[in-house]
């Protein structure tokens, strides 16, 4: 069995900045990397609100950059999906691909959220096809056509107003008649000619033709009567979930299952155990805060194994 004295599970900004710190600490960190290697940026083209690139720099560029830097101080990186962990004791065990089976002095979580999806017929197997998640990456794509956009917070309200650069116009459904964003958000969306509302209806249907998306069939959520908005493209904005199911019932989560951390630490409820970045953030969300809060939990680790008497030689690695 391989034992490790770190191991980084997912490689977003938080995962990758706690790989660089660690590496540098000469923890040298194992990284598991999921099946969305360098996470939801990676799904972004131009990030222009990181600091140090004033021009902007692509999401995936920043990303590959992230990860060799690690890479240059000594992390490993695997790829394969973390199916199980025993954190009941340590060293923990960490599970990747139901087989690999590696043995811990510490865990750094860093898995992320994905986005949410709204469980309706035909809506997996048209995204890509009409259907996505992810607005910057697919725009571009409706150029000239009428789009969809799905969700009554902050994101349905930035992706409907950033989508009419592309569309010739986006219908904002959401399934109650309140919205839930901000009033900034709202009153820029509903200053937007090329928006239209279409509030109180509830999603049921993704229509096509076989090939791509034609419609979204909704219900009146009051009256129940249904009807169908015809569109070429839906986005789905209806917020994000933490990629936890790993993790339950061997760690606090919060109710919707975001990682539970102490106080202005990374540590969670389990020692050695920490986390960072949108698995135990609902609230910012953002590359910088992730990758700062890398930043913190490589710190706590190493300052974590020092405490605990985990040096270089007592593990093979
Ligand atoms: P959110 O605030 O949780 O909003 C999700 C929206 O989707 C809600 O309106 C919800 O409806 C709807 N929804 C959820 N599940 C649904 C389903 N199954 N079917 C239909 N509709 C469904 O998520 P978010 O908009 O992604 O925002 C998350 C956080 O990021 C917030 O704190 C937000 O302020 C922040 N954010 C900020 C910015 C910005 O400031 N630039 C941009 C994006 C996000 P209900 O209202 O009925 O629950």
Same mark, same amino acid.
């Given at each position: 069995m391989k034992k490790q004295r770190v191991m980084i599970?997912?490689?977003?900004?938080?995962?990758?900045?706690?790989?660089?710190?660690?590496a540098r600490a000469n923890l040298a960190p194992l990284v598991i990397e999921g099946n969305e290697p360098g996470g939801q940026l990676t799904l972004t083209t131009d990030v222009e609100n990181f600091p140090g690139f004033p021009e902007g720099v692509m999401g995936p560029e920043l990303m590959a950059n992230m990860r060799a830097q690690a890479e240059r101080f000594g992390a490993? =990186? $695997?790829? @394969?999906? #973390?199916?199980?962990?025993?954190?009941?004791?340590?060293?923990?065990?960490?599970?990747?691909?139901?087989? !690999?089976?590696?043995?811990?002095?510490?865990?750094?979580?860093?898995?992320?959220?994905?986005?949410?999806?709204?469980?309706?017929?035909?809506?997996?197997?048209?995204?890509?096809?009409?259907?996505?998640?992810?607005?910057?990456?697919?725009?571009?794509?409706?150029?000239?056509?009428?789009?969809?956009?799905?969700g009554g917070g902050d994101s349905a309200m930035e992706e409907a107003t950033f989508?009419?650069?592309?569309?010739?116009?986006?219908?904002?459904?959401?399934?109650?008649?309140?919205l839930r964003a901000s009033k900034v958000m709202q009153e820029r969306a509903r200053n937007n000619p090329k928006i239209? =509302? $279409?509030? @109180?209806? #509830?999603?049921?249907?993704?229509?096509?033709?076989?090939?791509?998306?034609?419609?979204?069939?909704?219900? !009146?959520?009051?009256?129940?009567?249904?009807?169908?908005?015809?569109?070429?493209?839906?986005?789905?904005a209806i917020?994000?979930?933490?990629?936890?199911a790993f993790l339950k019932g061997q760690i606090d989560l919060d109710p919707v299952g975001y990682v539970k951390t102490i106080g202005v630490t990374s540590a969670t409820n389990v020692e050695g155990v920490f986390a960072c970045g949108d698995v135990m953030d609902s609230r910012y969300r953002q590359a910088i805060t992730a990758a700062g809060s890398g930043c913190k939990a490589a710190l706590d680790v190493e300052k974590?194994?020092?405490?605990?008497?985990?040096?270089?030689?007592s593990v093979t690695v």
């Amino acid at each position: 069995m391989k034992k490790q004295r770190v191991m980084i599970l997912g490689t977003g900004p938080a995962g990758l900045t706690a790989a660089i710190y660690a590496a540098r600490a000469n923890l040298a960190p194992l990284v598991i990397e999921g099946n969305e290697p360098g996470g939801q940026l990676t799904l972004t083209t131009d990030v222009e609100n990181f600091p140090g690139f004033p021009e902007g720099v692509m999401g995936p560029e920043l990303m590959a950059n992230m990860r060799a830097q690690a890479e240059r101080f000594g992390a490993q =990186f $695997e790829t @394969g999906w #973390v199916t199980d962990v025993d954190l009941s004791k340590r060293p923990f065990k960490v599970t990747v691909n139901d087989t !690999d089976v590696y043995e811990t002095e510490s865990i750094i979580l860093s898995t992320g959220a994905s986005s949410k999806r709204l469980g309706i017929e035909n809506e997996i197997e048209m995204t890509g096809r009409g259907v996505s998640t992810c607005a910057t990456c697919d725009g571009f794509f409706f150029r000239g056509k009428k789009i969809i956009v799905v969700g009554g917070g902050d994101s349905a309200m930035e992706e409907a107003t950033f989508l009419t650069k592309f569309a010739t116009e986006v219908v904002l459904v959401h399934r109650r008649h309140e919205l839930r964003a901000s009033k900034v958000m709202q009153e820029r969306a509903r200053n937007n000619p090329k928006i239209r =509302f $279409e509030l @109180g209806m #509830v999603p049921e249907l993704v229509q096509h033709d076989g090939q791509k998306v034609t419609g979204l069939l909704v219900a !009146d959520a009051t009256s129940g009567e249904k009807k169908t908005l015809e569109t070429d493209g839906i986005f789905v904005a209806i917020g994000h979930l933490p990629n936890t199911a790993f993790l339950k019932g061997q760690i606090d989560l919060d109710p919707v299952g975001y990682v539970k951390t102490i106080g202005v630490t990374s540590a969670t409820n389990v020692e050695g155990v920490f986390a960072c970045g949108d698995v135990m953030d609902s609230r910012y969300r953002q590359a910088i805060t992730a990758a700062g809060s890398g930043c913190k939990a490589a710190l706590d680790v190493e300052k974590f194994l020092e405490e605990v008497g985990v040096h270089e030689d007592s593990v093979t690695v």
